[in-house]
């Protein structure tokens, strides 16, 4: 999805896109007739237009007699050397620069454009002036002290590197060494079986890591657009080893990659395939009752299915549920939806029809333009201009482990967007039932990231509203991964929770208590008081009915 050093910043002004703009997709035709609109301004606004091209000449006569009217965000890496400030020739060009992006964003800013055009405006004119910055041509104080010490061979490098990603990676500039990491090897290596399979998913029981375990499952569900091992990395980042360690015993879902044969999968055919896999865990273990963790668009399906359950009076199944920066509520606040109108709905669902799925690369595109100076030109100075190899990252490499999703699917989520029918009792029918979740009085515990642009954090909060039961609502400091990423031992954690409910996030925040550390061991106390009493732990996975096949990470974890 994203670059993890970006998480732990304040989002970036440029972020101006959502969930819903990657889901729907960014077209060359909705781009062009932004910049048809920009150009029509200039003319139809001469004036406007001459006042601030007389500001910027008067702004770059100071920046060449020396001033330095800009200061450079201490957080914008692409400045950090100190040549950008002590040279007088980079220190004017990137004055020169600030000077350029001012002026035409003031120039938005002061025109008569309606907002939503004006949102629109600032994006495409960031994403521009991002890919126009100093810093990503040759002339980037890194990259002459690069060509001095190699004497050339980082720009072959480079050619290089730019040729392999043209060729395998759709042109755009790779984020990961994909020879560092291998699935089941360094990579999701915690011991289990396979107990459960059908046509959608694999249901994963792991071995128990404890002397005692609680006797209620706990079911993780990822979202369908990634593999389910952003849940079990290394030892250090497995929030499944974490929940094995304290008692729990964890079953995880691994999504079948689905192919154009499969594009009549739609939300109802992923709630039933939950469903069955939730009566497998209950039946291996004995329990009555299951615990369900579901991430982005996990949560929505198992929010979907706990409707379903509650409208065949068999909701009884669910103990808890865990919301990971999901969203239920799917109005955005602005710059919601950007680019996302009727028309650009409708394009997206004929396309994914036409093809039978939605590419994972695509919405990683739209994904890395939401950060481009962190997931884009980044790696354009990494890997072409310094000529050295992407880094060896598991998150990212994870986050490039591209999956599809079935059409049906993806037109039932650009529907949510459209309509937002989970906000009010009926809006959504899956599996012949109407969903109320007012009416799904289930426990939950919510996670939110208070710098998550894919499904920010007010709208998070708002999804929980919308549930019944008792609702905890925790906000990270983090982005959309690390919110979730989130382990104890990271001195830069906090997390706020506490405060009085209100229908103000903002509100909420400011009477909330802020903590120090990870939220994952107040979530284990949550979980636990609703896992049942503790007894001895059985090691056998699997039943008679269920038995165990192959051992974890499973089959279809590796299907590309």
Known sequence: MHDISAETRPAAAQSYLTTHDAVAGLHRRDLLSTLKLLALQGVRQPLHSARHSLRLGQQLGKVLLGDTPFAIDPHDSRFQDPSWR??????RSLQAYLAWQSQLGAWVDGSNLEEGDRSRARFILSVLTDALAPSNTLLNPLVVKEVFNTGGMNLLNGLQHLYDDWL??????????KHAFEVGRNLACTPGNVVFRNELLELIQYKPMSEKQYPRPLLIVPP?????????????????????????????ISWRNPDARHREWGLSTYVQAIEEASDACRAITGSKEVNLVGAC???LTVAALQGHLQAKRQLRKVASCTYLVSLLDAQMDSPASLLVDEQTLESAKRRSYQRGVLDGRDMSRVFAWMRPNDLVWNYWINNYLLGKQPPAFDILYWNNDNTRLPAALHGDLLDIFKYNPLNHAGGLEVCGTPVDLHKVNVDSFTVAGINDHITPWPAVYRSMQLLGGQAQFVLSNS????????PPGNP??????????????QAWQAQANRHAGSWWPQWLSWIQQRSGEAQ???TQLGNAQYPPMEEAPGTYVHVR
């Open 492 to 505: 830069k954690a906090t997390y706020f929770e506490g405060g009085t409910q209100s229908a103000d996030p």
């Open 86 to 91: 002590l040279n007088p020739f980079y220190r």
């Open 536 to 538: 001895a732990t059985s």
């Open 479 to 486: 982005g959309h991964i690390q919110s979730i990423l989130n």
């Open 224 to 252: 369908q657009i990634n593999k389910f091992y952003i849940f079990d990395l290394s030892p250090d980042k497995s929030f499944i080893q974490y929940a094995l360690k304290n008692g729990l015993q964890v079953f995880a």
């Open 168 to 177: 395998n990676n759709d042109g755009m500039p790779s984020q990961v060494s």
């Open 297 to 299: 668009a996990g949560g």
